[in-house]
């Protein structure tokens, strides 16, 4: 059997492409993507996560006095402490429309306990735009207590190790 011998005359782009990749594009596209690693690692340091807990809140409106409450699960009660900030969305009020209200743990000793959760007393100060329309006695929501604000870093690594 006669063999064809094919013979095609390649063009200078083509054979640039095909070529070997020249090492000077290696070394500065390992360095890009070492800085873009690098510039990540040391921002994680700098830029904090805020742990944060949940809870139902309960706003109790009387002519006497104003009850307002957090109920925190037992588990968590030992990580809030008085003053620390919690930011309030009640179910009533859109926060689109309306926004967040911003209240403080009150007094932590002043608590009660039922079933396994905690009814820890809060101070708000209600915006005039909620307080206006306002016509019911009790009102209920969300509230976000903020317990604490650790790097990015030293949050992967504690959660790494509760494991």
């Known amino acids: ?4 011998k094919m013979y ?14 020249p090492s000077k594009n290696i070394r ?3 360095l890009a993507v070492f800085f873009v690693v690098l510039c990540t690692l040391i921002s994680s340091f700098f830029i904090k996560y805020s742990e944060t807990l ?11 006095k104003d009850v307002n409450t957090i109920a925190i699960r037992e588990e968590d009660y030992y ?9 309030i969305q009640l179910n009533a009020f859109p926060y689109s ?3 967040y209200i911003y209240g403080k743990i009150s007094f932590k000793k002043n608590c009660i306990y039922h079933k396994g959760i905690y009814y820890i007393p ?11 329309k306002m016509v019911y006695s009790e009102y209920n929501g969300v509230g976000i ?12 690594i504690s959660r790494y190790y509760q494991r």
Request: glycine letters at 4%; proline letters at 3%; charged letters at 25%.
């Open 8 to 21: 095609t005359k390649r063009s200078k782009e083509f054979d640039e492409v095909l070529s070997k990749i």
């Open 97 to 99: 429309q309306f926004g």
């Open 79 to 87: 990580k809030i402490h008085n003053n620390q900030s919690i930011i």
């Open 145 to 156: 207590v903020t317990i604490e604000k650790t790097s990015v870093v030293n949050h992967i």
């Open 28 to 30: 500065y596209g390992l």
């Open 54 to 64: 949940e809870g139902q809140v309960y706003i109790k409106k009387s002519p006497q």
């Open 1 to 4: 059997m006669r063999q064809i």
């Open 122 to 132: 809060i101070s708000i100060e209600i915006p005039y735009a909620i307080k206006s």
